[in-house]
């Protein structure tokens, strides 16, 4: 839904419970964005206080971004692909150490001029990977990736990476939290 006094939308309900989980752990995340172009971070911006969960984000739209930025070696891109689960996997673990953040979520895909126009290619328009990179109590790391299709045109695609990135997260930050601190949040 648009603010009539803004071409901006209002943040959606996905990127609010994130939010809410992120405040009630005192946890701050950090994102790494290829096919989303600051989407997410900019959707997760647009919520009150958000500076109190969120560190910044990385763009790095193109393999050489990924390469400057975040460090990623032109050997993992060419080999795997800069739609994969090894270079998902990369951007998340960069961004959590460069950043001050104790989360980092990640997401590389093809969102391509139509998810349709050509079904048989790999990576196939459409084709997403997650990866978020997170501190653990204990001291150590966790990673987790996931991979999704989405149909639709171009900024549908782009629009259901943000909303699957702030849906994963906020699953796996609520499996990893035995203590119940999530309990109540919707």
């Not at 270079?87 to 960069?94: L, V």
């Not at 990736?145 to 171009?154: A, C, K, P």
């Not at 990135?165 to 203590?179: A, G, H, I, M």
Request: with cysteine.
């Amino acid at each position: 839904m648009m603010n009539k006094k803004s071409c901006l939308p209002e943040p959606s309900p996905a990127v609010c419970r994130l939010y809410r989980a992120l405040r009630a752990t005192q946890r701050v995340i950090v994102f790494a964005e290829s096919c989303t172009a600051g989407l997410a971070a900019g959707a997760f911006a647009g919520i009150p206080g958000a500076s109190e969960a969120l560190w910044g984000s990385y763009v790095v739209y193109t393999a050489e971004a990924k390469q400057s930025m975040l460090g990623i070696s032109a050997g993992l891109i060419e080999r795997y692909g800069a739609v994969s689960r090894e270079t998902a996997s990369a951007m998340a673990e960069a961004a959590l150490e460069k950043s001050g953040a104790d989360i980092a979520a990640a997401v590389t895909g093809l969102a391509g001029p139509d998810a349709a126009a050509n079904p048989t290619a790999k990576p196939c328009t459409g084709d997403v990977w997650f990866a978020v990179c997170r501190k653990e109590i204990s001291g150590g790391r966790a990673l987790d990736t996931l991979m999704r299709h989405f149909s639709g045109s171009r900024n549908e695609v782009r629009a259901a990476a943000c909303e699957e990135l702030f849906s994963f997260v906020l699953r796996l930050e609520k499996k990893s939290n035995s203590d119940n601190r999530f309990r109540g949040i919707q």
